[in-house]
Each structure stands twice: as structure tokens, then as C-alpha cells.
């Protein structure tokens, strides 16, 4: 039997600019691509035609057909558990070595954790590397070693990193460029004759494994260059096309944040700014995963939430009697997708308004978001909430009406997603802002305060 590598693709899925996936093809054994739907995961999926699993499914059937026309090779797709699947491939294939990129996520390091005690256990060993975040933990410290839980301090440390090593890199047309060696692409292509040749290896379809089709359109990959360059002028109106809906490729690396990180680097700070956001939270989660299921601030966990299941169900509806709140949610509802903007109104407006727990929301953010990403929901949760790290403070209780009236001030957005607003069909709003301010604020302080008794 043949000895093989093992590249096992999780939120890395492309074949271009991907760290584990060069270091197996360098590994001087044939590579064997394996992707696991893990039912530890899928199995908690309500709904049946969630968009998420078809976009995962047709991405791996266009890296799969890629790699048989062009590399003579295919891609393994099991639906399983994974140490189960793991199991099973020991008896199947002679294994060398298992490669993997690092996820950060709680479930996905005691995952890795079980996978890497099999393999140890028959004598192979589990190669991880960095491509999800631009740095981990360990790379952005504070002077005394201890990690960052304030933002603005991280970022400057961030990017002040990424002066370390500057390196002259080469491109294909032999121009040459100064490149931080933190954005030096992994070429995968250059050593492409390394993949297992195979003949193709049919996959689960959907129906295999209890799913449906969607007719939820995913945003492109692909984001102009005008639209980040105009970003810190666009990203606030909900209205207009100023966002680059890239989450989703992010959460599930269809494109390379190195090669998105450099491109940002030169054409607008905001938007690098946001991915510096997305490594904080990465490392924020990974250093207190805590958070995944209690408030990142201890004291915020002695806040007595309402909890009314009712009005819960009215701003899952979009039927608060606030315009914004309700076209944001109706948004989501419809397309997978919320503007940035308005993520922050809804949600400050379910924890402040309604005083319902954080965790109801994003978890039903988790279910409905194409861009779902444990620590960046997470971490915008609680900032709403007031719980998180670089918290809106409690007494902050952001106005739907005047931030419809800054974002949104020609009612475009709301028209496009309440159609019934301005008629007698709409709503009457649900609960009085000043009431609801401060109700909130008396909440919050008592709840404070018995943290401290």
C-alpha cells in the first residue's frame, strides 16, 4: 500500500494561497485531499435547506472537479463523525502524516485534540498551521507577554507587526514588490504533481445526507476595487452596495485573508481595520473561551433579563414598530444577510429594548447568517450587550430613530424591506425608547451592583 499524506480541509476550502495544504505537498508523500461534513455539527441544523451546507457542498464539487481535470487526482468527501472517519481511513489508506490549518473555535480544538490522540496512538503524526487570522494569540502581545482584550492597543501592535519581516517577493510577470512576510501567499500549484492520483471518488449529495437545495443567493467572491477603496465612505449606508459581503468566504476560506489583508493594506484602512477586528475576536475566543456561552465581563452575568418569549418572536419577524430594526431583520430573514450598520441597531435594541438575553440573539444570528463565525457574532454580541471587551458602555442605548435618520435618513433601505411602512399595516412601535432607556439603565445598575456585594 502506497503511503499518503492526508490535507484535511475544514474552513480552508481552496486550492490556491493555503498554508497546510503547501506544507503536505511539500512533505514528499502523495497527498490525499479529505473533507469531513461532521455531524457533530450538521446534526444540530434545523432547518434542512440551510444555505451554508449547499454552498459547502457546491464549493467541494468545483475543488473536487478541479482537481481531477487538472491534476489527474480528487478530492475524499466522508459525512460522519470525524474521529469515526479518521478511524476508518487508518484501515483504508496507509497514512503518513495528517495536515490541517488551526481553527480556534472550543469545539474545533477538542476535536483536533481527539484527532491528534488517534493518530498519536498509530504513530502518525498531526501537522497544524496558521491561515485563518493574519496572526494568533502568541503574535500580538503586550509588552509583558499577556494577550490584548482592548482593540484599539491590539490593532496598533497589529499593525506594527507586520514590520518585523519585509521581504522582496517575485510575482508571475517578475515584477518585483516589499511584501510583510506575514502576507506571503503558500503557493499551492508549484507543487501540484504532489496530489494522489485517483481516479474520481463520488461524494454524498445533499439528499445523502438530509439536506436540500436553496435558492438563497451567495454573495461573490469577488469585490472591486473601487468598492474598497470608497469603504470608509460607504460602509454605513444600508442602502447601497458598500460592503463587501466577503464573510462567508472568510468564515469558510474560499479566499485567501493574506492575499484580501495585502490588497486592503494598500487601498483602505477601514476595511483593513475590520480584519484586524476579525483576528481580535479570533484571539479573543481562543484565550477565553468562556465567552462562547457567558459574558466575557463576569459582572454582566447578573443581569436579570425579561426573556418575553413574544416579543423575542416579534424581532426575529421584523415586527418591532421600528423601521430600521425590522427591514434589518427581514434583511436577514430573506437573504442570509444583514448590513453592518443595522447588526449593531437590531441588537441593541433586543438587549437594551426588550432587556432579552444576548445569547438569544446570536444564537439566532448563528442560524441565519451565511457569514455565521463563532467569535466575530459572538464578540458583536457583546458588544451590544455591553459584556464584551471593547463594549458599548451600558448607559449607550443606541436610538432607532436617530440612527435611521443618520444611515438611512431617505427611508431607502426601509422601503426596500417593509414595503407596509407609512400605511396603517405597520405596526405600532412595541415599546417606548425613552421608557425602554431607561428601564434598561435601572436593569443593568442592579444588576451591577450585586455583582459587587
Same mark, same amino acid.
Given at each position: 500500500?502506497?503511503?499518503?499524506?492526508?490535507?484535511?480541509?475544514?474552513?480552508?476550502?481552496?486550492?490556491?494561497?493555503?498554508?497546510?495544504?503547501?506544507?503536505?505537498?511539500?512533505?514528499?508523500?502523495?497527498?490525499?485531499?479529505?473533507?469531513?461534513?461532521?455531524?457533530?455539527?450538521?446534526?444540530?441544523?434545523?432547518?434542512?435547506?440551510?444555505?451554508?451546507?449547499?454552498?459547502?457542498?457546491?464549493?467541494?464539487?468545483?475543488?473536487?472537479?478541479?482537481?481531477?481535470?487538472?491534476?489527474?487526482?480528487?478530492?475524499?468527501?466522508?459525512?460522519?463523525?470525524?474521529?469515526?472517519?479518521?478511524?476508518?481511513?487508518?484501515?483504508?489508506?496507509?497514512?503518513?502524516?495528517?495536515?490541517?490549518?488551526?481553527?480556534?473555535?472550543?469545539?474545533?480544538?477538542?476535536?483536533?485534540?481527539?484527532?491528534?490522540?488517534?493518530?498519536?496512538?498509530?504513530?502518525?503524526?498531526?501537522?497544524?498551521?496558521?491561515?485563518?487570522?493574519?496572526?494568533?494569540?502568541?503574535?500580538?502581545?503586550?509588552?509583558?507577554?499577556?494577550?490584548?482584550?482592548?482593540?484599539?492597543?491590539?490593532?496598533?501592535?497589529?499593525?506594527?507587526?507586520?514590520?518585523?519581516?519585509?521581504?522582496?517577493?517575485?510575482?508571475?510577470? %517578475?515584477?518585483?514588490?516589499?511584501?510583510?512576510?506575514?502576507?506571503?501567499?503558500?503557493?499551492?500549484?508549484?507543487?501540484?504533481?504532489?496530489?494522489?492520483?485517483?481516479?474520481?471518488?463520488?461524494?454524498?449529495?445533499?439528499?445523502?445526507?438530509?439536506?436540500?437545495?436553496?435558492?438563497?443567493?451567495?454573495?461573490?467572491?469577488?469585490?472591486?476595487?473601487?468598492?474598497?477603496?470608497?469603504?470608509?465612505?460607504?460602509?454605513?449606508?444600508?442602502?447601497?452596495?458598500?460592503?463587501?459581503?466577503?464573510?462567508?468566504?472568510?468564515?469558510? %476560506?474560499?479566499?485567501?485573508?493574506?492575499?484580501?489583508?495585502?490588497?486592503?493594506?494598500?487601498?483602505?484602512?477601514?476595511?483593513?481595520?475590520?480584519?484586524?477586528?476579525?483576528?481580535?475576536?479570533?484571539?479573543?475566543?481562543?484565550?477565553?473561551?468562556?465567552?462562547?456561552?457567558?459574558?466575557?465581563?463576569?459582572?454582566?452575568?447578573?443581569?436579570?433579563?425579561?426573556?418575553?418569549?413574544?416579543?423575542?418572536?416579534?424581532?426575529?419577524?421584523?415586527?418591532?414598530?421600528?423601521?430600521?430594526?425590522?427591514?434589518?431583520?427581514?434583511?436577514?430573514?430573506?437573504?442570509?444577510?444583514?448590513?453592518?450598520?443595522?447588526?449593531?441597531?437590531?441588537?441593541?435594541?433586543?438587549?437594551?429594548?426588550?432587556?432579552?438575553?444576548?445569547?438569544?440573539?446570536?444564537?439566532?444570528?448563528?442560524?441565519?447568517?451565511?457569514?455565521?463565525?463563532?467569535?466575530?457574532?459572538?464578540?458583536?454580541?457583546?458588544?451590544?450587550?455591553?459584556? %464584551?471587551?471593547?463594549?458599548?458602555?451600558?448607559?449607550?442605548?443606541?436610538?432607532?430613530?436617530?440612527?435611521?435618520?443618520?444611515?438611512?435618513?431617505?427611508?431607502?433601505?426601509?422601503?426596500?424591506?417593509?414595503?407596509?411602512?407609512?400605511?396603517?399595516?405597520?405596526?405600532?412601535?412595541?415599546?417606548?425608547?425613552?421608557?425602554?432607556?431607561?428601564?434598561?439603565?435601572?436593569?443593568?445598575?442592579? %444588576?451591577?451592583?450585586?455583582?459587587?456585594?
Amino acid at each position: 500500500m502506497q503511503k499518503v499524506s492526508v490535507f484535511w480541509f475544514r474552513r480552508d476550502l481552496r486550492l490556491e494561497d493555503n498554508a497546510g495544504l503547501h506544507a503536505a505537498l511539500k512533505s514528499g508523500n502523495p497527498v490525499l485531499p479529505l473533507f469531513i461534513f461532521d455531524r457533530e455539527i450538521l446534526d444540530d441544523l434545523e432547518d434542512k435547506k440551510d444555505a451554508r451546507v449547499s454552498f459547502l457542498h457546491n464549493t467541494l464539487r468545483e475543488m473536487k472537479e478541479a482537481l481531477e481535470t487538472e491534476h489527474g487526482s480528487s478530492l475524499l468527501v466522508r459525512y460522519g463523525y470525524p474521529i469515526e472517519v479518521l478511524k476508518a481511513l487508518l484501515q483504508e489508506y496507509d497514512i503518513a502524516a495528517v495536515y490541517t490549518n488551526r481553527d480556534y473555535e472550543p469545539y474545533a480544538k477538542e476535536r483536533d485534540g481527539l484527532a491528534e490522540e488517534l493518530l498519536s496512538q498509530n504513530g502518525i503524526p498531526f501537522h497544524t498551521f496558521k491561515d485563518h487570522v493574519i496572526f494568533e494569540a502568541e503574535e500580538v502581545c503586550k509588552k509583558d507577554g499577556g494577550t490584548y482584550t482592548v482593540f484599539t492597543p491590539y490593532s496598533r501592535t497589529w499593525r506594527a507587526r507586520l514590520q518585523d519581516r519585509v521581504s522582496t517577493v517575485e510575482d508571475e510577470n %517578475g515584477q518585483t514588490t516589499e511584501i510583510s512576510y506575514y502576507f506571503e501567499p503558500h503557493p499551492v500549484k508549484a507543487h501540484a504533481q504532489n496530489f494522489l492520483k485517483s481516479e474520481p471518488i463520488p461524494m454524498p449529495s445533499l439528499a445523502d445526507m438530509g439536506f436540500e437545495p436553496t435558492d438563497i443567493e451567495i454573495p461573490s467572491a469577488t469585490v472591486s476595487r473601487g468598492l474598497i477603496k470608497n469603504y470608509d465612505k460607504t460602509r454605513d449606508i444600508p442602502s447601497v452596495k458598500g460592503t463587501s459581503r466577503l464573510g462567508i468566504h472568510f468564515r469558510f %476560506g474560499t479566499i485567501s485573508i493574506r492575499e484580501k489583508a495585502r490588497r486592503a493594506l494598500q487601498l483602505n484602512q477601514t476595511f483593513l481595520n475590520e480584519l484586524i477586528w476579525r483576528d481580535f475576536y479570533s484571539q479573543i475566543l481562543d484565550q477565553h473561551p468562556h465567552v462562547a456561552s457567558r459574558s466575557f465581563r463576569p459582572k454582566y452575568d447578573h443581569i436579570e433579563w425579561r426573556n418575553d418569549p413574544a416579543e423575542f418572536q416579534r424581532w426575529c419577524e421584523g415586527k418591532t414598530g421600528y423601521p430600521i430594526v425590522d427591514a434589518g431583520m427581514r434583511e436577514l430573514n430573506t437573504t442570509g444577510y444583514m448590513h453592518n450598520r443595522v447588526r449593531m441597531i437590531t441588537a441593541s435594541f433586543l438587549t437594551k429594548h426588550l432587556l432579552i438575553d444576548w445569547r438569544w440573539g446570536e444564537a439566532y444570528f448563528a442560524k441565519k447568517l451565511l457569514d455565521f463565525d463563532l467569535a466575530s457574532n459572538n464578540g458583536g454580541w457583546q458588544w451590544a450587550a455591553g459584556s %464584551g471587551t471593547d463594549a458599548a458602555p451600558y448607559f449607550r442605548v443606541f436610538n432607532p430613530y436617530s440612527q435611521q435618520k443618520k444611515f438611512d435618513k431617505d427611508f431607502k433601505y426601509i422601503k426596500q424591506w417593509v414595503p407596509e411602512f407609512g400605511t396603517d399595516a405597520y405596526p405600532q412601535p412595541m415599546v417606548d425608547h425613552k421608557m425602554a432607556r431607561e428601564r434598561c439603565l435601572t436593569t443593568y445598575k442592579e %444588576g451591577l451592583a450585586k455583582s459587587e456585594a
